[in-house]
């Protein structure tokens, strides 16, 4: 592997991208994985999610069956193990993909017709790997974007430890701030000094975003408008970033990944208890 850039002191972005399903966590991840990378990070991608999304936004193949059930077998106690010689940085090395721009994406598998049974090895081996990351050396200096699926259950159930910052999307309706809301308790509860910003996507104009804002008594990290380039690209199934290069929530979701990156080369801000709702 290349050597990695890291930041001037040496951190890295580790960002968990969270939120209800629908709200665009998944064109926000792969929005900043793209402008990290064009920054000069090397760039680790983790997809979360079993249903199919990242790779269309990111311009990758999906594999047909999940190429991470290679890394595990399974013992006589039915137990999933890594087979012989890897463990759960070297099986991330070596069944992540390559992406565009040099990112390295690693899947925890797409649901197939076989059933959940056929995606179980993986969804072993990714959660073993989800929670040696933080502190491996393999990945020193690398940014970490993970694009979750829907909800809290993720985060709740131990999937996200290598994250030291949650960006929490929310869009302006009453199921995605209440589910914000619950989220961003969990990711209190489960890492305190974590950061939490609040990206309010579909913005269709200043309204939403106070409401929002408001209502989970958060400021706002940023704004990602409301746009049709990104369900015309969505359509077509090609990345924004080649679909639509001028478009807004493009434009927005770039300058949302670029302060993320200088932030690295800056203190974070202290949260005190109040802050922390
Ligand atoms: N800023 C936006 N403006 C308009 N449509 C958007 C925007 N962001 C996402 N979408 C659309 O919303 C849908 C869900 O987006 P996606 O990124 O897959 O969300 P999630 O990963 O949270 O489920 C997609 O059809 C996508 O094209
Ligand atoms: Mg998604």
Same mark, same amino acid.
């Not at 047909?64 to 290679?70: Q, S, T, V």
């Not at 131990?158 to 910052?165: L, S």
């Given at each position: 592997m290349q050597a990695p850039t890291p930041g001037a002191n040496g951190s890295a972005l580790r960002l968990a991208v969270v939120g209800k #399903? #629908?709200?665009g966590k998944t064109t926000i991840s792969a929005t900043i994985a793209r402008t990290l990378a064009r920054r000069g990070r090397r760039v680790l991608v983790l997809? %979360?999610?079993?249903? &199919? #999304?990242l790779s269309t936004s990111l311009g990758v193949q999906s594999a047909?069956?999940? =190429? =991470?059930?290679?890394a595990m077998q399974q013992g006589e106690d039915r137990r999933y193990r890594f087979v012989e010689g890897l463990d759960p940085i070297s099986a991330a090395q070596r069944f992540s993909i390559d992406g565009p721009e040099g990112i390295r994406v690693l899947q925890v598998g797409k649901s197939t017709i076989a059933g959940p049974d056929a995606v179980q090895a993986s969804v072993n081996a990714f959660y073993e790997i989800v929670r040696h990351l933080e502190h491996a050396p393999q990945f020193s200096g690398w940014a970490i974007v993970g694009d979750l699926p829907a909800g809290g259950r993720q985060p709740g159930c131990?999937?996200? &430890?290598?994250?030291? %910052?949650f960006l929490l999307v929310v869009e302006a309706t009453w199921q995605s701030m209440l589910t914000a809301r619950r989220i961003r308790r969990i990711a209190d509860d489960i890492r305190p000094d974590a950061r939490v910003s609040l990206v309010v996507s579909k913005a269709a104009g200043s309204a939403d975003v106070e409401r929002i804002s408001g209502f989970l008594g958060m400021p706002v990290f940023g704004v990602v408008p409301l746009d049709d380039d990104v369900s015309s690209a969505e359509r077509v199934g090609v990345p924004v970033f080649e679909q639509a290069p001028g478009s807004a929530a493009l434009a927005a979701i770039t300058s949302i990944a670029e302060r993320l990156d200088g932030e690295q080369h800056e203190p974070a801000p202290a949260r005190s208890c109040a802050d922390r709702g």
């Open positions: #399903g #629908g709200v997809d %979360h999610d079993s249903m &199919p #999304g047909d069956e999940p =190429l =991470l059930n290679a131990g999937w996200t &430890p290598y994250a030291t %910052h």
